[in-house]
């Protein structure tokens, strides 16, 4: 069950509250609204806008909401959990045989991946085959979340570019304008601006955000690859002993304390 992910709010929250604390710091309150300029954000979305409108077709442009809303959310894996749930599988398997284990799927395991692999295992299928048929599913999950997290890494790219463009256009303009003193210092913040408003773009927003997505996948890749070794013991009849012992070497730490893990990537253990 997915759950709502804390700290990409509270990261992004927190990086506009620094910013927005330096300049307070160094040049007061009045000096805030200063750096709010409609003519830079114009430039900086609105470029990075039309540069993803160019890269990718509009079949994959709407499903860049649906990729962001990923990196608000987490899901909960809970390795001891999952561990238990194939020594009980193996157990079952070993005294009533495959075939019991149809019965028990939709009471005791949640998770469609791992009842996939099952059912397979209850069909007679060879454990090579099964475990090509499940790993072409991981493989090609992992290629859906490339495809989506692209749009959020190309955003990354851009936003600084499209930063330096707004620059360039305030400079022409600023060194069309030196004669009049008075346009020299609005147009020179417009120029800087839009190179911050880049960086805090790619930054703090696009490539954090990627770079989330991206730990999220390689969390969950990992996690099939254990529900993957799982059902090949449940299947090839493994003692439910060494099954759990093998499924405990994935995680690398002799006392085998309770593990959970999360899609952010970061695994939590509890002695």
Known sequence: MK????????GL???????????YFNAGTDAVLLFMQLASVSIVFGGVAAALLVN?????????????????????YDLRELNDTFVMLAKKARKEGLLALEAQLDDDVNDPFIRK???????????EMIQDILMAEVVSMEERHKRGRRIIERAGDFAP?????????????LLNDLDDPATLGPTMALAMLTTLYGAI??????????SKLENKTETEVFVNQIMIEG?????????PHILEEKLRAFIRDERKPEYDVRESGVLAHEV
């Open 13 to 23: 929250i927190f990086g506009l509250f620094v910013v927005g604390m330096a300049i």
């Open 231 to 239: 059902v090949i013991g449940v299947q090839s009849g493994q003692n």
């Open 161 to 173: 570019a499209w930063g330096m463009v707004g620059t360039l256009v305030a400079l022409v303009i």
């Open 117 to 127: 692999g099952v059912r397979l295992a209850v069909d007679g299928i060879e454990p």
């Open 56 to 76: 990718f077709s509009a079949q994959e442009l709407k499903k860049f909401p649906t990729v962001v809303k990923e990196a608000f959310r987490h899901r909960e």
């Open 3 to 10: 759950k709502l992910d804390l700290f990409t709010p509270l």
């Open 201 to 210: 773009l790619a930054n703090l927003v696009f490539n954090p955000i990627a």
